[in-house]
């Protein structure tokens, strides 16, 4: 049974570039969530998709932003790349919105 | 808002050794209660949760209880290994369906 991937898992951009980042949920679960996580913070929320809409949103501009297709799978988008957005971004998918998180291995993104 | 608060790392210990990681949080009302863990370049792993006062969560040797009045989830191992060293996590989830992290805690096991 697959866990949760992600792709790439290295990625090195310019400032003011724009960045896109994929996710494979679990086998059978139907929400993805977003997490960015900073060099030695935990993860902070970015959003969650369910049903192919964003149901809920972090505290995170509008640079970012998302899409769900209709095989469960993920996108997350980053417009307008700042150096801050240096972090390793993670994928977690659940069965349900409110079902356990399991998460991906993350997507390193270096901003320069 | 809801919060999680944890001890400061890095803890270091000899294998074989007890282990306990701090853990408390803010919540209104009552949050389910996780223990992620992180090993070097990977992502996250569910480690333990709980789900309301007074369950135990355990997994691996590892044990946290879920404590309302101290609002608290401290995990504790009873004997640590070289392998347990990582970054460990406490999370809460309530009511608005996202995990919310503390700051991680490092975990180094020398033998």
């Known amino acids: 049974d697959a866990g949760v991937t992600q792709s790439p898992t290295h990625l090195i951009k310019t400032r003011g570039q724009q960045v896109t980042l994929r996710c494979s949920p679990k086998s059978g679960h139907d929400t993805v969530s977003w997490y960015q996580q900073a060099l030695g913070q935990g993860p902070q929320f970015i959003f969650q998709y369910y049903e192919e809409e964003e149901r809920q949103r972090g505290n995170f501009p509008d640079r970012f932003s998302g899409h769900q297709f209709p095989n469960y799978s993920s996108e997350l988008n980053v417009n307008a790349l700042l150096l801050g957005d240096s972090a390793l971004y993670l994928c977690?998918?659940?069965?349900?919105?409110?079902?356990?998180?399991?998460f991906g291995p993350g997507t390193r993104l270096t901003v320069t | 808002g809801d919060s999680v608060t944890q001890m400061e790392g890095p803890v270091t210990l000899s294998e074989e050794a007890f282990l306990t990681i701090n853990c408390t949080y803010t919540?209104?009302?009552?949050?389910?209660l996780f223990w992620y863990v992180q090993y070097p370049g990977e992502g996250l792993q569910l480690l333990l949760k709980?789900?309301?006062?007074?369950d135990k969560g355990s997994n691996k040797g590892f044990e946290a209880t879920y404590r309302k009045e101290t609002t608290s989830f401290h995990l504790e191992k009873g004997s640590v290994q070289v392998s347990d060293s990582a970054v460990y996590f406490c999370a809460l989830f309530h009511n608005t369906d996202k995990l919310i992290f503390g700051t991680g805690t490092r975990l180094q096991v020398f033998p």
């Open positions: 709980a789900t309301k006062a007074d």
């Open positions: 919540a209104t009302g009552y949050p389910s």
């Open positions: 977690a998918s659940s069965l349900t919105v409110s079902g356990d998180k399991y």
